[in-house]
């Protein structure tokens, strides 16, 4: 079994920083892309970031340049920084991970989610 434990989100004002991190723990054998989503009450889920086995990067348009999405591979950990926050940056935000257990069988993980609020 693979679990996937988020830290780090809260209250913030607008234009400040956080940073989320993601860890991942149990039967693993390799992590594939990993990826951060956001759920804003009365919203669907939308990805935020993610970020491939070889580094490569993707980020939603709304976070451009704000949000930088990075991985340690040796901590099986993946991290998303939030500078320039907004109000509309408040959601749940959700770890995703695409993972191999020792079985060589690939499924989609979840964490639980952490809550981010940015309001003055």
């Known amino acids: 079994q693979v679990q996937l434990v988020e830290s780090g989100g809260g209250l913030v004002q607008p234009g400040g920083s956080l940073r989320l991190s993601c860890a991942a723990f149990g039967n693993i054998f390799s992590i594939y892309a990993m990826g951060w989503y956001r759920q804003a009450p009365g919203k669907q889920r939308e990805l935020v970031a993610a970020i491939t086995s070889g580094r490569s990067t993707n980020y939603a348009d709304s976070v451009k340049g704000r949000f930088t999405i990075s991985r340690d591979n040796a901590k099986s950990t993946v991290y998303l920084q939030m500078n320039s926050l907004k109000p509309e940056d408040t959601a749940v935000y959700y770890c995703?991970?695409?993972?191999?257990?020792?079985?060589?069988?690939?499924?989609?993980?979840w964490g639980q989610g952490t809550q981010v609020t940015v309001s003055s």
């Open positions: 995703n991970g695409a993972i191999a257990t020792h079985s060589r069988v690939v499924n989609d993980y």
